[in-house]
């Protein structure tokens, strides 16, 4: 079995290693990780804030002691109100990973579960997720719908 933690300013390189996986599995970029020792400081107190409008929640890898195996990250964003959402919260959920030789054991779903069960929904009634190639089973979890691309289309506006 599985326990789901919260992610704490000590595990933030092995965040940084899972949110890589992601990148590489989604995007054609460039693969260096030279940005996470910049990253670092700024993700260490993020994980230190347990009240924050960011959390994380982890999986420690049952073979390599100090090594995760899955990571779901989020945050809780303010959009203007509208209809059906007048606080204007907004949950985004842009990171699940899971560290390849962990996969296929419901580490994803595990921390989903556990990242809405602490994001209430009177707190945070609606949200977004990006999906990756065979991990839509957490995305599914959360009802949220997939957004492969969420700006696709959108324009930039003169005044």
Aim: glycine fraction near 10%.
């Amino acid at each position: 079995m599985s326990v789901v933690r919260r992610a704490l300013p000590r595990d933030a390189e092995e965040v940084l290693r899972l949110r890589q996986i992601m990148i590489d599995s989604m995007f054609a970029s460039d693969p260096s990780v030279a940005w996470h020792g910049e990253s670092l400081p700024t993700l260490r107190a993020k994980l230190g804030e347990p009240d924050g409008d960011f959390t994380a929640f982890v999986v420690d890898h049952p073979e390599r002691p100090g090594a995760l195996a899955c990571l779901v990250a989020g945050t809780i964003d303010y959009r203007i109100g509208k209809s059906g959402d007048p606080q204007g919260m907004v949950g985004f959920v842009f990171s699940v990973a899971t560290d390849p030789d962990a996969r296929r054991r419901g580490y994803a779903r595990a921390c989903m579960t556990t990242l809405l069960g602490v994001v209430p929904r009177a707190r945070c009634p609606a949200g977004t997720a990006h999906r990756l190639a065979g991990g839509g089973a957490a995305v599914r979890l959360a009802r949220f719908p997939p957004q492969a691309r969420p700006f696709a289309g959108a324009r930039a506006l003169s005044a």
